[in-house]
Structure formats: C-alpha cells, structure tokens
C-alpha cells in the first residue's frame, strides 16, 4: 500500500509528545480558508516553486508504507525518550484509514507509537480500522456552531461531535486542538459552546493553537488568493484570556 | 543583570589610548640586569613589567586585575631601545607554544603564592638539581615575589582610592584585605580564590599572552566556595555576583583591536575519583556567564553520562538567550580520546579546554599549537596532476582511494615535518616562561622551563582537519558519477573542476545530485568514517619536536571560508572559491533531511581518534527553548552524545539572524520554522510573516 506524502519532518516538536517526526500527506475534505497548510488540501502531486528562492518542491510523493517506515525508523532513538514516535498530519489522513492503519500496524511492530492529526470530519468507519493502533489522536475543534462549521469549512458538525465522543468512549487517548482564528471562533461566546462541546465528549487535555500566516507563500506558490494573508496573529493578551478560560475545565496548554 | 556588573561593563566599554606595551615595561628589567643569566634577566623584565605601572581599579570591581595601565603611547628612543631587547629575549609565538595555556590553578589555589615560593626553595635546596636548574628556579622566584608586590600595590592603591568620589570604601577594604592576604597566606575564602586566580590570569595577559584558559573554576574554587557556605560567608548569588566582576574584564581584550580574546571556561566534567563533577558552582559559573553576555567567555560545559537533567537544562537556557555558550561536549569521548595518549587516569579527568574547544590536560602540558590540514588540497592534487590516461586507467573506487591515500600520507609527512621544525625554538633558553612555568605541574620539581622539559607532559600540536563534508561529498560524487552509475569519466571531473564546471552543467547536476553528508545515508558517511580513522592514524604516528603527540580536530569555523578562497571547484559540485564545509559539520545547507538524520550522520566517525576536540554546529529557533520544549532538545542531546557525538554547539536564532536571514535568504537554506501541525523553510516566508515570526521572537527574549 502507499501513501501521498506531502513532506517529512524530523524533530518536530509541536506535534506530541517527545521527539517525533511528522509525515505530512495530501487531500483533505474541508476548505478552512486560513489553512496553513494549503498544499496539502488538494488530494493530487502538485509541484510548487517559491518566488524568494526559487526553489521548486513536489508535493504529494507516492511512497510505499515500507520504504516510509525504514525512513522514520532511522529516528527510533530519538523516539524513545519521552514517548516520541510518528505523527501522521496533513490533509487530513483520516481519509486514507486502510493505508494510515498499515503505517501504524507497521511502526508498532518496531515500537513506534502513531499519533493522528485529524479534523474528524469522517465516517466513523474509518476510526475503527484503527482500534488500538493509535498512540494518541490530535482531534482539531475548530468551532461548535453548526452552521459555521457547514458554511466556513464545510464540515459536519454531528459527525465531528459524534466522532470525538465516540473515540474518547472507546478508550482513546485524545487531545484537542483549538486553532485561535481572528474573526471566527475568537470570542466569549465561541468558546463557551467548545467548551460545552468538548465536556460532553469528555476531553481532559486542550491545546490552544494560536493563528499565524505563516503558509502564505503556499498560497502565492499555488497561485491562490489567502483570505487571511492580511490577517494578523492574535496577541498575546487575546490568547491569554483563552487559556485561562480553557483552563477551568481542561487541562490547557498554548502551542507557539 | 545587576548593577554593578552593568556599571562594570560601561566601565570597561571607555577604550584607553596607545597600545598594549609590555615591552616597553620589560626592557627596564632587561637593561637593570643585562649583566645577569639569560633566565633571571628575563624573570627580570616581567618583574619590571608585573611591578613598574600604576595598579587600576575599576569604580566597580570586586575583584581587581587590569591590563588598562599597559596601554601606552611609547616615544621614538624607549621603542627602539625596545625593539633591540625584543631581538635578544624573544617571544615564543603560537606556533613555538605561546600561549592557549591552562593553569594549574588547582594547586595555586589551595597552596598560594607562599605555598609555591616554598615549593621552589625546597626544591632548590635538595641537592639534585644542576647549576642550569638552580639558575632558573631561582627566576621563577624572582616573578612569583614580583607578583606578590603586584598584589601588594593593588592593596596599597586600594587604600589610596578611599574616599575618592565614585568609589565604595567598603569595597575598596575588601579589596585591600583579599590582596593583603593572598600576598602572605594561600586563599582562605572564594573571593582571595577568585582574586588570586584572576590576578595571576591577568598577568599572563599583560605579557601578550592570548587564549588563557581559566579551566575549571567550578573545581578549583569548589572547596574555598563549599567552606564559605558552610560558615555563612557567601552565598550562590554572591559567588555569581564575584565571578560575573571577573568574566566581565575579559571585556578588556576587545582594546586591542575591537575582538575579544577567547578565554575558555570549563564548568562540570568529572572528578579526579571519576564521580560527576557537577555541583552548585558549575551553576553559579554558568550564570555568572550569562549574566555578563559578551563573548569572549568561552564557556564550555563538560557534560558527563551521569549529569542531572537540570545541568543540562540550565545551559540550554543560557544557550536560547542568544548567547551561543555553553558548548556542549561529550565527557565520555574527550576522556576517551584522552587516555590513547597514556596520560594518567586522574590527569585525564582533568583536562580542560583552551581556545574554542582544544582539549588541554590542565596544568600538566607546554601551551597549545595547532595548524591547519587542508585534505581537499590532496584530492585536487590527484585529479590534476595525474596524467589524464593514467587517471583514466584507475579501475575502481577503491584503487582512486589508494591514490588519495598515498597523497595524503605525504601531505601528514611534509605538514608534520614543517610544525616539528616551526615549533622548535633556535635559542630556548633566551625564550622561557618563568612566570607560567610557576603554574605548570612538574616545572618546580625539574627546575625547568615548561617548554625545556619542566611541564609532566612534552607538547601536543592539534592538526584541524578542514572540511570533512567536502571531501564526504566529493568522494561520494566520484563513486556515484564515475564507478557506480558510469556517467563520466574522472577524467571529465578534472575538466569540470578546473573549468569551474562552466560548459560542464550536465556533469554538475549528476554530482550536486549525488548523495551528501548529513542526511544518514551510509554511502557517503563512510567517507566520513573513513576520513577521520584514516587521519588519525596518519597522525598517530608523527611526534612532535619534543616527543609529544600529534591530534587531530575538526573545527574550523571561519578558516574553511578563507580555505575555499584558494581552492578549485570540487568534484561535489561546489564552485572555485566557495568555502569549505566547516569544523565537523556537513557541508551547508547539503543535510536536508532534519536534524536528527544530520546527527544521526556525524556521530558515526569515531570522535575518540580526535584528541583535540571537534565542533558541530546547529541552530534552533528560540521557540525550541521554551518550557516545555526544551526537554525534547536536552533528549536530542542526550541521544546524540550515546551515539558518540562529541560535541554540539548550539545557537538560538536570535532576532539578528532571523534579520538575517531574512536579507540574505541564500545564507539560511535549512532553517526551519517549527510551528504545530506546520512544516515550512524560514526563507520562503514573505516579508510581513517572517515579520510575525520577528515580533514573537522578541516577545520570547523578554
């Protein structure tokens, strides 16, 4: 089986716990329009080339799963400390669960745990392909109100709720992962219902993903407009206020 | 940073006029005993030097030991009559084992200036001793009682200054008290430790002296700070407080021409019993540093197998304030390398560093030489100047490594043959170090000259070995293009290289493609492995001019750049002209697969072959040195050193660099923003968002 790798990174310390290394992959099925990521949207290979260097980069290398893991095997030292391992992110590779559950079954026969980024807008047929495969899942939440979520990003409110309870029911370790979005969900009133939201499915831990622009020249390399390119990060007072607020509740921490 | 370091430092930023002119003051000594032996007219002239200026105290000092009054504007007659006794005493320079020494301050500290005059009088009156060696014990006496009416004119000066407006009179008391007391008596408290310690470096720098390690002051001070806190004396914060006054006033260096010397510091380590050697002054150190934020201070932490979590913690700390320091090294691996050489167990575990990261049995060896050794130099010989029908008549890799091998073992020949003769003075005894050999193990019991045979151990010169990466590369290139894949001929790589691959593009593509340094790939890491066993070897069987050892070190940090000037372009693709890869590092921007895959690659070589250290180069950006994050770099760290990395030296991309990078985008093709769930290049950032990542990183440094 193979997998659309988009890109691979080593060290990344943003994506767990411990030394990890992220394996980026292609296609998604929501449209967030202040995506950081925007390459990895479109399921295809697609070459980018940067204007400030000039550097041209594939993205979306068809790669088999055992060539994969031989490659993230290489850090298998490094993961060891501290719980470290793989982090699959993308896209969205909740969209490829046979293929995302051989990497899994694969890295686990060496040891190494699986942490799954997702958005969890999927049938939940695809997380059981994964029962007890899966280290840890990132499970992103990115609003709770139903009709945002339809209109902006184009996703299913129910499912994702559904999903995220059913998965923190079925005994998975899940983090939720707040992006900090300027003129979406950054106010009172948003938080309030993720808050709810996120009681009611039972999560303990909450990172709070503050919003950058950093994938702006992604979109100048695709040749597409970014809608959040003038849109600035929230400062750091704005941030404050939501981890403190997450914080009666949850377990918070901000990922810079 | 407290005040008075702050004020310290304004202090020291005021530049004093003339130059540094010792000469001027030794040649008094010479001319009032031209009629004495050569050793005691030269422990004269640093008599003359340590004894006929002015003392200077800073309105801030603690600690008291300047070189400001050595600025001198000279007249036409005093520099010529000069210059004439500078013919007849020499100076040893770096290449005759100057300087980049490290001092027995161990003994020093705990026996002081009286425990030492009595040491060489014991000596002298044994019985054993030539009329050669009385002769020079008795000049070493002759600087030490200098020295002690050095420390005697600070007391006095101390004295006058009270009720100078500007000045503290408790200070000056202290002040006048410490040096009083370390000129009659061996150091009772830290702050006489310190004191003594700091004068003594001062003198040596006041004879010209560069690169004079301060060593281990973690341990030599250890037991004068231990009995100050049992008695309630001193506290962490004062130990910080004094040792920040001294780091300070290595600020001094920067008179001479706007650089600052580089005075190695070693903190951590392990004990002369093999115990960790950690303890609550490697902390005040490693603080003291950071409080004082200048280069400069070269802070090297010794990081054992055994060092608490928190040791390594509080240096990445220090380290993501943008300071660079410390340096890591692996205590392991240097210990290892150590002991190849038969130095005894206890010495081993004592070494230190001098200058950047050259290794230095503390106390027990002539000052440091090193030179440069350039490999690549001998790769470009076999490509050019073997016939091209010959050169095309090599039937395989590994007969071309034959070739280069043989070229190599000439070039160690020729470069040993010049250092060993370079390093041997004509006239020894018209050159010596009294004063220095005073703070040299074995020297006192000899009766002899550090560099005649007094120092327990004979000399080592450090061979730094240019550009690993390149030659890695290059030779990988040549296996991949020419043996393996059969695209061309090493003839056509001569051609290439000597055109600087211009009209050769398709070839040049084939190389630049080729596999690299750093990115984990075995077929290019054997070149690696290979290069330093291979070396090694080379230079384990040279000796230098008195019988000590030749090591090897990669860490050429800046010279790879002035290297690269001189040379061709290189069968992996890099243009004439362009630097080398530097120290220990893959070639720039060639180790694209992540830090891990980069460390992976450079801790395969066996680094116990390199005595004299090496140097790896890694930046992060300050993100990584957050709480929280910070864990996961000391286990990067960790794993790194159980590999057998020697050493790793790690920059937090400060605000300048990002500034940097952000002009000169071609300087940064690796540096990576790390952001959750983000993967991107810092260089292909658009001006307003590398702008974002600017203001968060300022926020960070607050």
Known sequence: MTLFVSSVQRFSVGDGPGIRTTVFLKGCNLHCPWCHNPENIDARPQTLTYRATGKTVLYGKETEIGQLVEELAEDTDFYRADGGGVTVSGGEPMLHPESVAELAAALGKRGIPLLVDTAGCVPWQSFEKLDGLIQMYYFDVKTADEDLCRDVIGGDLQLIKSNLQRLVARGDCVHARIPLIPGFNLSQDSFSKMAELMAAAGIRHVDLLPFHRLGAAKYEALGREYAYKEMLPPDRAAVEKAREFFGKTFETAVEW | MRKITEALKTELDQVPAGRLSPELLRMRGYAAHEKDTPYRRRAYGLAALFTSYEPFIYQNDLIVGSIRPLYMVSNESEAAEAKKWMEIHKERNFHTNADHFAADYMTAARIGIPGLLEHIDRSAANGQHSEDELDYLSSMKITLLAFRELLLSYARKAGELIGTEGYDTERLRMIQDNCTAIAWNAPQTFAQGLQLVWLIHTCFVSEGKGAMALGRIDQFLYSLYESDIACGRLTDDGAQELLANVFAKIGESKYRDGTYDVINICIGGTTPDGKCAINPLSYCVLHAVDEVHLPGQNLSARVPEDAPDEFLDECLKVIGTGLGYPALMNDSVNMAALRRYGYEEEDVRDYCMVGCIENFITGKQPAWSDGRFDPIMFLEDVLCKTPTEELDAIPSMDAFMERYKERLAWGVDKYTEWFSRASAVADPKMCTSPFMSCFCDCCIERGKDINMGGAKYPSTHGAVLMGIGTVSDSLAAIEQVVFTDHKAKLSDITAAINANFEGFET???????????????????????????????????????????????????????????????????????????????????????????????????????????????????????????????????????????????????????????????????????????FSALYVILPKEVQNDILSRTQHEAV
């Open chain 2, 507 to 677: 070839l040049h593509e084939l190389v630049k493609a080729a596999p690299k340094y750093g990115n984990n790939n075995d077929f290019v890491d054997k070149y690696a492995v290979w290069y330093t066993g291979y070396l090694a070897d080379l230079f384990d069987r040279k000796r230098t001019y008195d019988g000590g050892p030749y090591y090897i070190a990669m860490a050429a940090n800046v010279t790879n750049i002035y290297a690269g000037k001189d040379l061709k372009a290189t069968p992996d693709g890099r243009l004439a002209g362009q630097p080398l890869s530097d120290a220990a590092s893959p070639t720039y921007g060639k180790d694209e697969r992540g830090v891990t895959a980069t460390l992976l690659s450079v801790s395969k070589p066996d680094y116990t072959r390199c005595a004299c250290g090496t140097v790896v180069n890694q930046k992060f950006s300050p993100s990584v040195f957050q709480d929280g994050k910070r864990q996961k770099l000391r286990q990067l760290i960790r794993i790194y050193f159980s590999r057998g990395g020697q050493e790793i030296q790690i920059n937090s991309t400060s605000r300048e660099v990002l500034m940097d990078a952000s002009a000169h985008p071609e300087k940064y093709p690796t540096l990576v923003v790390r952001v959750s769930g």
